[in-house]
């Protein structure tokens, strides 16, 4: 059973290392605990050369699914920033759109910062500044977006 749970280890490790760069430490978490859980499950099915093979599958399923849990989380944040991206536009000059995950201390904050007029078009448009804090960690971009005529928001820059 042991030697199971330590080949089911290894499988998933190697799986992990095989992940995305851009994949977040949640989702890199998820891939692993599942990947565990998966290989334990998979070791309690078949017997002789089919138990080993069930330990394999049951990890890579696991790890397949854990990673997904956990990208969904990651995505929460994601999903958080164009939201709060796309009601800045609509929002007062200089009043920062926030929202704090309930789940950890990630923080999404959207300010207007500046509105005109595109050359060319006419179109109205609005620059923003976002600043997004990850684990402690804050990171700031800018951009700007113009209104559709069908009042739909289109990102520039």
Known sequence: MLKKVVIATAMVAMLAGCQNSNAGQKQTG????????????????GGGSGKLWATGA?????ALLGSEIGSSLDRADRAALERNTYQSFNAPLNQPIVWDNPNNSNRVIVTPTAEGRQQGTGAYCREYQQTIIVGGRSEQAFGRACQ??????????
Do not use: C, F, R, T
Request: a neutral charge; zero cysteines; glycine letters at 30%.
């Open 30 to 45: 998820g891939a692993v605990l599942g990947g565990l859980i998966g290989g334990l499950a998979g070791s309690q099915i």
């Open 148 to 157: 559709q005529p069908d009042g739909s928001w289109k990102i520039v820059s």
């Open 58 to 62: 049951g990890a890579v399923l696991g």
